[in-house]
């Protein structure tokens, strides 16, 4: 055995073995892998192994290409069967929904260029005569859809690796891993230890375990789940070819062709929880009692749909274990707070995902970052914030809920409240309606009664109009919106200007009191992130970014050294915000303070420390809304204080709470971009606009990557889209992001934030297209059919920004 690897893998099941085929075929070829037992020990030996590759998320559906086309490469490659089956996949729509999600998912498969597309009743009748297609609205079918051999494909990634120079040690637990000063790793074994710059935990289902070793939590926890095979079917035995599989959601079970029967699989609203506190490490090639009662309503669905399933016999039950994070997406990348730590745990689709995760796992340990934006899928979107109970909450809604349509806004509600802040009651009593961001509570919109919730789907919903009177409140007169959600940092110190520049794309402000927006550039040369700095004092600045990307964002700063003397901290529990914006804001807070914010002495992007209703705050004249406004940023501790004298001094001139959803229409009325939407590592600066903020004087972190990009030009550009009233009236639908779009029948583009614009009367996208200028008609594929719409000009809310510095 090696002493010492370029990576060791732990954990030989699909996702392990592909990350190391990856990584040696990224050119590491003096890498480990390590497994307790026989590969595919863990869920990977059972599974059905079922592949698909559409998906309501772009990249995940990329990925899931990657994966599906890999396959049959793989099997030629290493000369190692995959078994692979690709009779393709019908989806069936049962509900209007179903055929809105479906709808979508073909247009996008058109402008990606994949295969996914609708067929006639009567060519799935042709295709799978089994199925009674009564009620069903649409078919569309995927024709590379269809299923792998699971140790096949785990023993062909093994041989590719091999065959690259990797080693493969079976039976080789690890059983410590030991973080040394110089920042690599002893991985230590019965067979002897290895020392290496990067441990790759692929332990699927001891993810938590292995990662406890390196003293590393991960929210994962484990279920149950059945699948049966029954006896061979004259029905099937007949056709002669192999039947597509079926994915008919809407009955929440999934069903395909084993040998000549059928296999049928479900998600179950009585889902069983197992190993709670942690996986026993005696476990293998195990499995649990048949529970077929448990997943009978799926069953029943099954049988009604296939009658021919009723009539046959069951051959073999299989329920075995699977992992799961809080919301079923993979926990993948570096560690942040840990050098040389990569996690890739909780995918439960692995056959449909293997491929691309290892490809984009190898990419991140190698190459410093994926080639597609991760974000959703980045082990950073947790933290210690979500806690066992809340895991274990979010997995049961998951699991029980695994083929339920996700609509766009839709806000799940288990495991709620998990963080909440001192005027959580207060904003409940008001009416708010909640959404969970980072763990945290806050108000998406104010219903006229408590207690209200959000409905969900794809058109206009409950909150469209609440959502227009907040808008048309701060338009006309003004809004008070929480903004605690930001993430808020404050580096102090001799050395704190010095260590910004060397951070941030911009110059930091020189003068106290000033303020600069600016873009962090990604290792790749994209934007990384998007921050506003102000010089609070000589040797103090505080810096507000995305709150999301908090936990993200901690991998770039750590990799400029901190000045002896100079500290950089978050403060985002410590502080909370308030944007009170709107024509009516300056007086409303001149109620409130003896500080003049009138223009002369207070210019739009300055900030001060100041008094307002007996509390310190940081005011800054600055408002994502495009609006007049200033943000408000006080301790935790006072913000029931603030807000009580802001609502109490807005009442006088017609302003209330604004939740978040109105603020997403503001500002794409002024065309402003938000974090994970139109701005990610994916974009460069030039594609965004943001290059004129990267200024080259000076280093900054990454800045030969935004030099090299900014050489190429824009790809795409970042452009905002009106949408033909009768087209959106017809379909009570707006753009929500991810809708294709489309100019004389060629994909050009995509949606990235799609809402009504109230207070201007559109309906409104921002979206990245080529080969599109200003003026152009186009289509946007709402509900994935088609909408006329025309690149604006210019954003139809004060385009000159005279209401912003008013
Ligand atoms: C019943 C069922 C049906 C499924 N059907 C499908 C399907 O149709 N399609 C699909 O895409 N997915 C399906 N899945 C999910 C799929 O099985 C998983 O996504 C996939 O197997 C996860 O692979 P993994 O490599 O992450 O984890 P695992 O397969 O759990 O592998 C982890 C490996 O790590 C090893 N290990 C653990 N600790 C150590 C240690 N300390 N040292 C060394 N090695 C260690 C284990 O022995 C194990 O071999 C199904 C799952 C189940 C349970």
Known sequence: MRTNAQAVVIGGGVIGCSILYHLTKLGWSDVVLLERDELTSGSTWHAAANIHGLHDSTNISRIQHYTMNLYNALEAETGQSCGVFQPGSLYLAQTEEREHQLRLQAAKAKLYGMNFYEISIEEAQRLNPLVNYDGIRCVMFEPDGGNVDPSGVTNAYAVGARQRGAEIHRFTPVTATEHQEDGTWIVRTPKGDIKTPWVVNAAGLWGREVAKLAEIELPLQPTEHQYFVTEAMPDVQAHGARLPSVSDRDGEY?????????????????????????????????????????????????????????????????????????????????????????????????????????LMAAQWIIEGETQYDMFAWDMARFDTWATKEFTKAKVQDQYAH????????????????????????????????????????????????????????????????????????????????????????????????????????????????????????????????????????????????????????KRFFKQVPLPEGTTFESHTEAICGFNVAGPKSREILHRLTDTSLATEDFPFMRSAMIELAGVEVLAMRVSFTGDLGWELHCKTEDQAQLYEALLEAGKAFGAGPVGSRALMSLRVEKGYGSWSREYSPEYWPHEVELDRLCKFDKGFLNKGAAQKVLENPARERLVLLHLDEADVTASNADATGGEPIFKDGEGIGRVTSGTYGYTVGMSLALGYVKNAQPGDEVEVMVLGRPHKATILKEPPFDAKGEKLRA
């Open 254 to 358: 999934y069903l395909r062709q084993e040998g000549n029967g059928l296999l049928v699989g479900a998600y179950e609203k009585d889902m069983k929880f197992w190993a709670e506190d942690g996986t026993p490490l005696d476990f293998a090639h195990d499995l649990f009692p048949d529970d077929l009662e448990r997943i009978e309503e799926n069953m029943m669905n099954a049988i009604e749909r296939l009658p021919a399933v009723g009539e046959a016999g069951i051959k073999r039950v299989i329920n075995g274990p699977m992992i799961w994070s809080p919301d079923s997406n993979v926990l993948m990348g570096p560690v942040p707070e840990v050098d040389g730590y990569f996690c890739c745990n909780g995918i439960i689709p692995g056959f449909s995902q293997s491929g691309g995760m290892g």
């Open 402 to 553: 695994r083929f339920a349509i996700h609509f766009p806004n839709e806000e799940r509600g288990a495991g709620r409240p998990a963080r909440v802040r001192p005027i959580y009651e207060t904003q409940k009593a008001m009416g708010a309606v909640f959404g969970l961001n980072v763990g945290w509570e806050h108000p998406l919109w104010f219903a006229d009664e408590s207690g209200t919730v959000d409905t969900n789907g794809f058109t206009r919903q409950n909150w469209w109009a609440p959502v227009g009177e907040e808008c048309k409140m701060l338009r006309e007169r003004a809004g008070i919106i929480d903004i605690s959600n930001f993430a808020k940092y404050i580096c102090k110190g001799p050395g704190a200007a010095d260590w910004l520049n060397a951070v941030f794309a911009n110059t930091m402000p020189k003068a106290v009191g000033r303020s600069c927006l600016t873009p962090l550039i990604s290792k790749r040369g994209g934007i990384a992130g998007d921050f506003t700095v102000t010089r609070v004092a000589e040797d103090e600045f505080w810096i507000i970014g995305s709150g999301m990307a908090e936990r993200y964002h």
